[in-house]
């Protein structure tokens, strides 16, 4: 039965049930007590009561730490995701314990946001209040009043951009790489151009999964947290020949991402090319297509998943459609 008392100027409902911990929640006026209490008793006789005490007592803030501690160290992007959830975690929303995260405190903070980043990064931190919202209740058995994230609506992104590399572009690019003091740039660069190789998947190469005689190289763990066999091209093969051997036995011996978009970004400005290093995934699936390659071909070599996704990075000159037609 409810018990309603006066405690410090306002009304305190307490609600002992058999099988049920006590429920505790106060009110500043008595017949607001008195209504929450009748609703909740026909809740826990209809065994229909969700305690959302621990959704009072919990701040986003506890709660995406959590996340980022337990759940981030497990993921291939931890270092970004990490960085994207102490940047959230320092915003007035994760002050809000979980109750008060309302469809409009949410939709707030999206517009807000809105004012200096683009969609794609205002949506990342949606995401990620969403992710963490139902670690809390999955994981964290915390009850949630509320389920903004299904209501507020994602902002609607630019098209997926991507760009080929001219055989121009490339030359100049190659010519500025082979003058830099990153020995190595020339390799990647070709690499990405003639193979399909990630950036991810270039750094982690070692000169142990390659073989020299078959022109073939084994990608270990990649972003699809598979392994794949691929192909090499010729002029591949000779600049790995020319590389120095790492004491860690990788063909780019770096650590930080950083350096690599550094050195690939003086290369390109002296070039004056102005393309992404991830261009030349789309330059290598571009002319495997008008080469004549294989839906699967070109998934093997690049290891694409969807072909929504290989489709994306394929951009055909109408003037090679045109020559096919005859």
Not at 21 to 45: C, G, H, M, Q, V
Not at 212 to 234: V, Y
Not at 271 to 292: I, N, Y
Not at 306 to 322: C, E, G, N, S
Request: net charge positive; proline share 3%; glycine share 4%.
């Amino acid at each position: 039965m409810a018990t309603i008392r006066k405690l410090r100027g306002k009304w305190q409902v307490l609600i002992r049930h058999k099988f049920n911990k006590p429920i505790y929640k106060t009110f500043s006026l008595k017949e607001d007590a008195k209504t929450w209490a009748r609703k909740t008793e026909l809740n826990i006789e209809q065994g229909t009561f969700k305690d959302h005490s621990l959704a009072s007592r919990y701040t986003l803030r506890e709660v995406i730490l959590n996340y980022r501690d337990k759940i981030t160290p497990n993921k291939k992007g931890r270092i970004e995701e990490t960085y994207k959830i102490n940047k959230l975690a320092r915003d007035p929303i994760a002050e809000k314990k979980l109750s008060d995260l309302t469809p409009l405190v949410v939709l707030g903070f999206r517009d807000e946001l809105a004012k200096t980043l683009k969609p794609s990064s205002v949506n990342n931190y949606l995401n990620l209040i969403s992710v963490s919202m139902s670690y809390a209740e999955k994981i964290l058995g915390i009850d949630l009043p509320h389920k903004p994230m299904l209501q507020v609506k994602r902002l609607r992104e630019a098209n997926f951009s991507g760009k080929v590399i001219s055989y121009e572009e490339e030359e100049r690019l190659l010519y500025w790489s082979r003058k830099s003091k990153a020995y190595w740039l020339t390799v990647a660069i070709v690499l990405g151009i003639d193979c399909g190789l990630r950036r991810g998947e270039i750094l982690k190469l070692k000169f142990s999964d390659i073989n020299f005689d078959k022109h073939t190289a084994i990608l270990k763990d990649t972003k699809n947290s598979t392994d794949r066999e691929i192909g090499l091209s010729t002029r591949v093969v000779n600049e790995l020949k020319k590389l120095p051997r790492s004491l860690d036995d990788r063909i780019i011996p770096i650590f930080t991402i950083n350096t690599f978009r550094f050195y690939f970004y003086q290369a390109k400005k002296r070039a004056r090319v102005k393309k992404r290093f991830h261009d030349t995934r789309h330059t290598f699936a571009t002319r495997m297509t008008e080469k004549g390659w294989s839906i699967t071909e070109l998934a093997q070599q690049g290891g694409w998943k969807q072909l929504q996704v290989l489709k994306r990075y394929t951009h055909i000159d109408a003037r090679v459609l045109a020559r096919k037609l005859g």
